[in-house]
């Protein structure tokens, strides 16, 4: 059973920067589109980020030019890099596969408030 483990969330101010790290507890980031998820309060999860496992990235039209993903096969780690945060990126945000083949992880909180 793949275990996700989301951390680097917090409370950061309008126009700040996270970076967020997702581990797996096996390695299946050589061979799947990993994605970055996000669900805010009262609304579903969307994807935000994806990434393919040759490195190929794309992005919801809400984070483009502001969010950054990438991938380190050996560690089974993927890294959302978050920039010029808004209050609407305010969040819980997940990784999974791009199909959503594993259980979620507990994810980490993502607070942008002044």
């Known amino acids: 059973q793949v275990q996700f483990v989301e951390s680097g969330g917090g409370l950061v101010q309008p126009g700040g920067s996270l970076r967020l790290s997702c581990a797996a507890s096996?390695?299946?980031?050589?061979?799947?589109?990993m994605a970055w998820y996000r669900q805010a309060p009262g609304k579903q999860r969307e994807l935000v980020a994806r990434?393919?496992?040759?490195?190929?990235?794309n992005y919801a039209d809400s984070v483009k030019g502001r969010f950054t993903t990438s991938r380190d096969n050996a560690k089974n780690t993927v890294y959302l890099q978050m920039n010029s945060l808004k209050p609407e990126d305010t969040a819980d945000y997940y990784c999974n596969t791009d199909q959503v083949t594993y259980t979620w992880g507990r994810g980490t909180q993502v607070t942008v408030s002044s």
């Open positions: 096996t390695n299946i980031f050589s061979f799947n589109t």
């Open positions: 990434i393919t496992s040759g490195g190929y990235t």
